[in-house]
């Protein structure tokens, strides 16, 4: 199931259209994974929260969308939305910490806003799972994108995921470095300007930084 992808024909409206028929699945209380919390210091010393998302987060996540640059935006849903849609941010902030899970990080000593969100979500295959990314503009560059990239791909895999896909627009260095970095890439195939890789985890990572 790939999030919101509405300018790409083909898979992309087929891709839409499951998303917006998913049970959202109260997240369950006694499945949040308190475990996956984690307390951040970012490589130019601010401090930072990471956890798992809330169904609370919903309004956290459509004042989040409202922050970012149209080119950030545009990067992580590949189309250019005036708001993001409260059902939307409302399936984005239910999830089964299972098959669906997402972390988002805030900043330790803020009112608890969200400045990053990494999730991943099912595919046909039960072994492989979709990822995304999103960094606010302001905090990118500080190595958190990488800390919520490796973090996802551990809870995914702790979960018993095997392989990973990303939709990535090809002039997305940043993210495709990310994915080459830390990745085994198996698949890559661009089609009108989106790269889509599927990928396993690199054996050699190091465990993800943090204090
Ligand atoms: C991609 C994204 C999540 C990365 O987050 P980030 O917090 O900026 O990432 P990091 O600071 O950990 O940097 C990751 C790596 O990108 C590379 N990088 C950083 N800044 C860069 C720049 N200006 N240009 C090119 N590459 C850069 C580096 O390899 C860096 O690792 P290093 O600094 O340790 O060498 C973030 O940029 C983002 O939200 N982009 C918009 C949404 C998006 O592209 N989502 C991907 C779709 S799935």
Do not use: C
């Not at 830390?182 to 300007?193: A, I, L």
């Amino acid at each position: 199931m790939r999030l919101v992808h509405t300018e790409m024909p083909g898979p992309g409206a087929r891709r839409i259209i499951a998303l917006m028929a998913t049970d959202t699945a109260a997240a369950d209380d006694r499945a949040y994974p308190r475990e996956l919390e984690r307390a951040l210091v970012l490589r130019d010393g601010s401090r930072v929260t990471l956890r798992p998302i809330r169904p609370d987060d919903a309004p956290r996540l459509i004042a989040l969308y409202d922050r970012l640059s149209r080119h950030t935006a545009y990067q992580r849903f590949f189309t250019i939305m005036k708001r993001l849609p409260p059902d939307w941010a409302a399936m984005l902030a239910n999830v089964d910490y299972r098959r669906r899970l997402a972390l988002v990080a805030e900043p330790a000593d803020g009112d608890h806003e969200l400045i990053a969100v990494g999730r991943y979500e099912p595919t046909d295959d039960p072994a492989t799972v979709e990822v995304a990314f999103v960094v606010q503009d302001g905090w990118q560059e500080r190595g958190l994108g990488t800390i919520l990239f490796r973090a996802i791909l551990a809870a995914a895999v702790a979960r018993g995921v095997r392989r990973f896909r990303a939709w990535v627009l090809a002039e997305n260095r940043r993210m495709l470095d990310l994915i080459v970095r830390y990745g085994r890439v198996e698949q890559r195939r661009t089609e009108q300007g989106v790269t889509e890789l599927v990928f396993t985890p690199a054996p050699s990572a190091d465990p993800p930084a943090a204090r």
